[in-house]
């Protein structure tokens, strides 16, 4: 990881107590996280799909059938949005207004790159594959099914990033008084750091 900011990085948003701008920590935000949204153009309505991912740190890369809704959609237009988020913890104060949540949320608008050919789709899978198999201890991608899946590369163009933390003082919007939470964590959600040691060994497979 790196602590040089990207240039693609906004803060401006309404609510600027909820900027989130500290870069690493987003970057490892990103790398931990396991599922994305992917909203694409489509008529009469935007179509949006859960994808898991891989953060580069000037791309996200995912892929689909090219068979596929999600691949129809793409090729006719490559822009798209993605979105990912964790909550955090249930808040809850006397006022009913003061019901909300703390959490992580990032959005990033992109241009896809889409790679179909089979040595394509083969070195996009083995650069994902980094993320969630860093053992490497699979066999080769065969053929076939680098054949089945086309493969995106989103490079980013914007990125925003919000996060509310009671710890880091985010309690009430800017000019209201400090609400009362009460402060109910969820269980620790799934992430990458949440798998045990064993999920990465790489003799896990000898002599199979």
Not at 44 to 51: D, F, L, N, V
Not at 60 to 76: D, V, Y
Not at 180 to 203: N, V
Request: aromatic share 10%; charged share 25%; hydrophobic share 35%.
């Amino acid at each position: 990881m790196t602590s040089t900011t990207p240039a693609y990085l906004r803060s401006e948003m309404r609510r600027t107590d909820l900027a989130w701008t500290d870069w690493p920590a987003i970057e490892a935000f990103l790398k931990n996280e396991l599922i994305c949204r992917v909203a694409v153009h489509d008529e009469p309505y935007p179509y949006i799909t859960a994808q898991s991912f891989t953060f580069t740190g000037d791309a996200f890369l995912i892929h689909s059938s090219r068979f596929g809704k999600l691949a129809t959609a793409i090729r006719a237009n490559p822009l798209v949005t993605i979105e990912i988020d964790r909550p955090v913890a249930l808040l809850k104060a006397p006022k009913g207004q003061n019901t909300s949540l703390e959490y992580f949320s990032v959005i990033a608008r992109c241009e896809v790159r889409l790679r179909d050919s089979t040595d394509e789709v083969r070195a996009h899978q083995y650069q994902a594959l980094d993320k969630f198999r860093p053992e490497k201890d699979y066999s080769p991608i065969e053929d076939g099914a680098a054949s089945q899946i086309v493969a995106y590369r989103c490079e980013i163009r914007e990125l925003s990033a919000k996060k509310r933390i009671l710890a880091d003082g985010q309690y009430s919007p800017p000019g209201q008084p400090r609400a009362p939470y009460l402060r109910y964590p969820f269980q620790s959600g799934a992430t990458l750091s949440g798998l045990p040691p064993e999920a990465f060994d790489p003799h896990r497979f000898a002599g199979k």
